[in-house]
């Protein structure tokens, strides 16, 4: 019968190499159902059928692109915080006087589930444009038993409305619901009494978040919902040491965690252990951006620990309204320092890391599932280093054409 599907005269940035991009020239990619079965250069394919078969032109081809932090799901906007900023306010300013998550807390609890998957779908559409084939998707703007089931509820029916890979996680202990002022040990209570017990009954999450930070929960009450999470057989990641060295990352890896986000101040003591424990590093470049930050990640002392870089967009109403995953690459390189080659590592290998989806995703080698981006550029470096316009040519998703622009 020969494969499903065989691309041909095409340039492959495979990923699949521990540094660089893994660039196979005139290479050729053999798929079969939802799997690529053969990969390498054309002068090497087996001399096998194909139902289709299709000439790329030249172009090159990556994996499909993972977002592996969002909040996509909520309610409502923040464009007027965003105007406070501007006017000399703080982050932690605008939480404390009841802006900041709460305020998107209280918009997300009055939304309807239609309300909520018409635009959070209209944010995934504009993401997936650019070749994103796997998306994370946290709660956290409901904060009771009701909402934060009715937010991954949205997170789960996008996959499917969308044709796109959906992973999603309970970020519960994200902030203090106003019903809970000066009560945080009781909400942690609710959280690991109520709140995770009935998203792992109803298997909502694939992983539990939580937020470690001076206007959130100490380590000690985060430990606790890691603790229930790990009873619940769920595995955990953390927004750790964004605002503040709370020893985040260093708790992270205590809990063998799926990866450690933002970590701006996070201490060498703690990527190291981070690196022991295979904990990904995702940096978020565009809420350093958004809330103009001074303190980099540690990117030298993470390299220094072998601790693998994702990157995301952080899409969230408050600190990063982000839709282009393209963007948060290049702002990486600008930024952060990184390279173009390191910022497509950390969208595609290491963020499917970051998922849990290390041994299926992120990679274009056979036996992994066939997400791959067709793209109109001359080299894998342009990813990074356009500001705006989108190259992006073609996209299948698990086997499957989503999309498909190849006139030359």
């Known amino acids: 019968m020969g494969w499903d599907l065989l691309l041909t005269d095409c340039r492959a940035a495979t990923m699949a190499e521990a540094e660089g991009y893994g660039v196979i020239e005139d290479a050729a990619i053999a798929i079969e159902g939802d799997r690529i079965v053969w990969i390498g250069k054309r002068a090497d394919l087996p001399k096998q059928g194909a139902k ?46 009841g802006g900041g998550i709460v305020s998107t807390v209280r918009a997300t609890r009055a939304a309807s589930e239609a309300e909520l998957l018409v635009a959070a779908k209209a944010r995934l559409d504009t993401l997936m444009t650019e070749g994103l084939t796997t998306i994370e998707i946290k709660s956290g703007y409901g904060l009771n038993v009701e909402n934060e089931r009715k937010q991954l509820r949205v997170a789960r029916a996008l996959g499917p409305a969308c044709a796109v890979t959906v992973k999603t996680t309970c970020l519960a202990a994200h902030a203090l619901p106003p019903e809970f002022a000066g009560k945080p040990d009781a909400y942690i209570d609710l959280v690991c009494n109520e709140i995770l017990p009935a998203i792992a009954a109803d298997d909502l999450a694939d992983a539990v978040d939580a937020f470690s930070e001076r206007i959130a929960f100490t380590a000690e009450q985060t430990a606790r919902v890691f603790d229930k999470a790990k009873s619940l057989g769920l595995p955990v990641k953390l927004h750790a040491d964004q605002l503040s060295d709370m020893g985040g990352a ?38 350093f951006f958004f809330l103009r930050e001074k303190q980099l990640p540690p990117l030298d002392a993470l390299r220094k620990h072998g601790v693998r870089i994702a990157i995301s967009t952080d899409c969230n109403p408050g600190s990063s309204p982000a839709l282009s995953l393209l963007l948060m690459m290049n702002m990486a390189c600008t930024l952060f320092r990184m ?46 280093y356009w500001l705006g316009g989108n190259p992006c040519a073609g996209v299948i998703q698990a086997g499957r054409w989503r999309s498909r622009s190849l006139a030359s």
């Open 52 to 97: 289709e078969t299709v000439s790329l032109g030249g172009r090159w081809v990556t994996p499909g692109l993972i977002d592996c932090h969002t909040h996509l799901v909520f309610g409502g906007e923040r464009a007027s915080e965003f105007e406070q900023r501007l006017k000399g306010a703080s982050y932690e300013e605008i939480a404390k006087g």
């Open 250 to 287: 260093a708790l992270a890896a205590r809990y063998g965690a799926l990866s450690a986000d933002h970590i701006e101040y996070s201490s060498e003591q703690g990527i190291a252990a981070m690196g022991e424990a295979g904990t990904v590093a995702v940096v978020l470049p565009g809420a």
């Open 339 to 384: 390279t173009p080659a390191e910022t497509l590592a950390g969208v595609t290998r290491h963020a499917a890391a970051a998922l849990g989806l290390g041994a299926t995703h992120g990679q274009l080698r056979a036996g992994y599932v066939a997400d791959l981006v067709i793209w109109n550029i001359g080299q894998p470096a342009e990813l990074s």
